[in-house]
Every structure is written in structure tokens, then in C-alpha cells.
């Protein structure tokens, strides 16, 4: 049995993420893992920030989740790949993820959420939860690397 811990979408959702490499990261997409209940409408859009400057964002739709599973199904959840049009160069530091909407209203019978994990952290953990729901939001960066030989 998979257990779910969701932060429901309502106007946004944040997560806070640390570089801690002294090099230029050359980010390609990010992949949060992001639950979807009776497929609400709308547009959400992941966002990159430093500080109040967006640096990167991609929108996607309800129907893109079920086209990324090849399904009809009204209900999801899903690594949602989020492949920028140009790579994102970051530095080392704090940057912010942010999932936001328009056009979307939440309800508790049809909206999008955003999952943290509960058995397998994979993300950093500032301090110590008092419980599951104060674990990071579930998401991976993916990255433009070149091979070691050519560096």
C-alpha cells in the first residue's frame, strides 16, 4: 500500500532548494512529483526563483498529465516532467520551485497537489519534522552535463 501525503494546490505551493556545488548547473527540467484529483481545469506553471525574480517557467494542463500516462483516467499522480526551452543556469544557493495556476479553482473534489514523500526522503530536510507533513515537497533536477572525459 502506497501512502500519500498532498498539499493541495489552493493559490500556491513552494519549496525551497539548495545548490551546495561551487560550479554553474546547467538545469534542463524538473520533474515534481504532483497528484491529480478528477482533473481539474485550468493552467498550472512550474516557476524557478531567486528571490521575487522568475528565472524559468512551464505551463501544463490536466490533459498533458493524462497524455503523459496515455490515459482517460480523471485521477493521477506522476513524476510530471517539466523540460524548459532553454537551459536554466543556476549558481550555487537558495532558489525557490513554485507551482501556481490560472484559470484553476480549487475544490476539494477536483484540484492538483503536490506530493511529499513519506517512506523514501530523497530531498534534504531542514531541521527535524514533528510529523510526515512538514517533509519536502517530492521533485528531481535534471541537468546538461558533460561526459568527465571532455572536462
Not at 54 to 64: C, E, G, I
Not at 141 to 149: D, G, V
Amino acid at each position: 500500500m502506497t501512502t500519500l501525503v498532498i498539499d493541495e494546490l489552493k493559490t500556491t505551493l513552494t519549496q525551497t532548494i539548495n545548490l551546495n556545488k561551487f560550479r554553474r548547473y546547467n538545469l534542463a527540467a524538473v520533474r515534481p512529483l504532483i497528484y491529480m484529483e478528477n482533473a481539474p481545469s485550468g493552467t498550472f506553471t512550474l516557476s524557478i526563483k531567486s528571490g521575487a525574480t522568475t528565472l524559468a517557467s512551464k505551463s501544463f494542463t490536466s490533459a498533458d498529465i493524462k497524455a503523459d500516462l496515455g490515459t482517460s483516467d480523471n485521477f493521477a499522480y506522476l513524476w510530471k516532467n517539466v523540460t524548459f526551452d532553454v537551459p536554466v543556469k543556476l549558481n550555487s544557493g537558495a532558489y525557490t520551485l513554485e507551482l501556481s495556476s490560472s484559470g484553476y479553482s480549487y475544490s476539494s473534489s477536483s484540484y492538483i497537489g503536490w506530493i511529499k514523500e513519506f517512506e523514501n526522503i530523497f530531498n534534504d530536510i531542514n531541521g527535524t519534522p514533528l510529523n510526515y507533513s512538514e517533509n519536502p515537497f517530492s521533485y528531481q533536477l535534471f541537468e546538461y552535463r558533460r561526459p568527465e572525459s571532455f572536462l
